[in-house]
């Protein structure tokens, strides 16, 4: 970023800081995405709470980022197997932040196996979470019983710009990764697997590029909705992959099991929009495959008879090229760093919460003044 769009963001974070500072200080830690324009947020994050750490997405970090990012503050290593162990979570939070007052602001859900062990034993006192995406919504959502607030952010409006921009960014990762092959997207009929919002963002994009798409989904609502701007549905997964030279998974959860990637059609393509471990069991693939790296960015699964290609090693192919959404990611940090203040209120009953609509239009007005222009 040039020195003049780094104070802009600067500025406007401050803006939003003091808008909605907090009375008091919680200690947090921060699961995010360490891209280039990151650490204007992480250092936003730092201002309106006792930041203990960063823990960065493991298949997103830029380098520099990092090293910025660690002149303040403290950046530690995520993996789900350390959230997922009641007492390796705990051991990780007590190390950490021991008898202090913690929020949890996560993506994609990793705190959310330890909740509620972590409120029963914890000796500080956790005072809730925020969660950026859909994903992680439904693994807080699915939980039992929330033992503390969870204020998300993955269904707000202002979220819909960047949910339409990664689905842009989705498709151009994808064609690049294609053409530096020699293949190109025409004349390879597309499955797109899940139609939220990024996946209906998606199919659109493919549908303008002249690409046939057909959608496959298992809410029979989307599957209507899908009809209605004139794409195929699928009836079932396996016929929808028996006829798609590209398929690109984005559900958030598991688009292909281990017993469906024999069905692709030969040749084809797979791509996801998030991290293999969330869109892909490659670990059920049939012990018969065997992976060779074909270019820098694909790699083959082949067996007699069949093959495929896997793109960015099934994780989320826009990170190939920085993801970048504009300002607009910059309306969906501002409005967690509102849901912090939310959270160290303290008023929150357990359960899932969402910034109010006055905050978010709030926010929306100070977004216009800094970065309409």
């Not at 789900?80 to 007492?87: I, K, L, M, S, T």
């Not at 029963?120 to 439904?138: A, K, M, Y």
């Not at 009929?189 to 002249?210: M, T």
């Not at 495959?289 to 826009?318: C, D, K, P």
Request: charged share 20%.
């Amino acid at each position: 970023m040039e020195s003049f769009e780094r104070a802009r963001l600067d500025a406007y974070f401050a803006k939003i800081a003091a808008r909605f500072a907090p009375d008091d200080l919680a200690t947090s830690f921060l699961v995010t995405h360490l891209l280039p324009e990151r650490p204007a947020f992480v250092r936003a994050v730092g201002a309106m709470s006792q930041l203990r750490a960063v823990l960065p997405k493991p298949k997103s970090v830029n380098h520099s980022a990092r090293r910025e990012v660690e002149r303040s503050f403290a950046c530690d290593v995520l993996s789900r197997e350390v959230f997922a162990g009641a007492d390796s979570a705990l051991e990780y939070f007590e190390s950490r932040a021991a008898g202090e007052t913690v929020a949890l602001l996560d993506v994609g859900g990793y705190f959310a196996p330890t909740i509620p062990n972590l409120q029963e034993r914890f000796s500080g006192r956790l005072v809730g979470v925020i969660e950026d995406t859909e994903n992680g919504h439904r693994r807080y959502e699915d939980l039992a019983k929330l033992p503390c607030p969870v204020v998300s952010v993955a269904r707000s409006p202002l979220k819909d710009p960047e949910d339409f921009l990664v689905g842009q960014s989705v498709v151009f990762s994808t064609e690049a990764v294609m053409r530096g092959r020699g293949d190109i997207l025409h004349g390879r009929p597309a499955l797109v697997i899940g139609f939220g919002k990024l996946g209906s963002s998606i199919a659109r994009l493919l549908q303008s590029k002249g690409v046939h798409v057909t959608v496959f989904d298992i809410d029979p609502v989307r599957r209507t909705q899908a009809l209605s701007q004139g794409f195929a549905v699928a009836r079932d997964r396996e016929s929808a992959l028996n006829g798609a030279g590209l398929v690109l998974c984005a559900t958030g959860a598991i688009s292909l099991r281990g017993e469906d990637f024999p069905h692709l059609r030969n040749g084809a393509y797979v791509a996801t929009v998030t991290s293999s471990e969330d869109e892909l069991e490659l670990l059920g693939l049939p012990d018969v495959y065997t992976r060779a790296t074909v270019s820098e960015h694909v790699t083959r699964y082949r067996t007699t008879g069949h093959y495929f290609y896997l793109a960015n090693g099934g994780n989320a192919v826009n990170f190939l090229h920085g993801a970048s959404v504009g300002p607009f990611i910059f309306l969906v940090q501002a409005e967690i760093l509102a849901a912090i203040r939310m959270l160290t209120r303290g008023d929150l009953e357990s359960g899932m919460h969402e910034v109010s609509a006055t905050d978010r239009a709030a926010i929306a007005a100070i977004w216009l003044n800094y970065f309409n222009r």
